[in-house]
């Protein structure tokens, strides 16, 4: 049984950065695909990136050019590194192991691994 801790949120100022890690217990990270989802409070869940068995990485729109990606095979975890963050940025962010990348894919699936998510705020 795969278990998911996020860590690395916090508050921060718009234009700074943060490194969100997910580690995992019970299994290997990289025989699956590892995705960062986030959600506001009434508003639609929204894929940030993924990272595939493959290694390819995924972004969304909205963050790429400020966001990398990245796995520790070493550590059995996943990075997110997110720079010159905006206040809609905000968010609960979620990592996610399933079996493939589909950020557009924002429910939860049957097979899916969630973690309980970490808070990231960003003010103006």
């Known amino acids: 049984q795969l278990h998911l801790v996020e860590s690395g949120g916090g508050l921060v100022q718009a234009g700074g950065s943060l490194r969100l890690t997910c580690t995992a217990t019970g299994d290997r990270l990289d025989d699956y695909a590892t995705a960062w989802y986030r959600q506001v409070p009434g508003k639609e869940r929204e894929g940030v990136s993924c990272?595939?068995?493959?290694?390819?990485?995924h972004y969304t729109d909205s963050v790429k050019g400020r966001a990398i990606m990245a796995r520790d095979k070493t550590k059995n975890c996943v990075h997110l590194q997110m720079d010159k963050l905006k206040p809609e940025d905000t968010a609960t962010y979620f990592c996610?192991?399933?079996?493939?990348?589909?950020?557009?894919?924002?429910?939860?699936?049957?097979?899916?691994?969630w973690g309980l998510g970490t808070e990231v705020t960003v003010s103006s």
């Open positions: 996610v192991v399933r079996s493939y990348c589909l950020l557009s894919q924002n429910r939860m699936q049957v097979g899916d691994y």
């Open positions: 990272i595939a068995n493959d290694d390819k990485i």
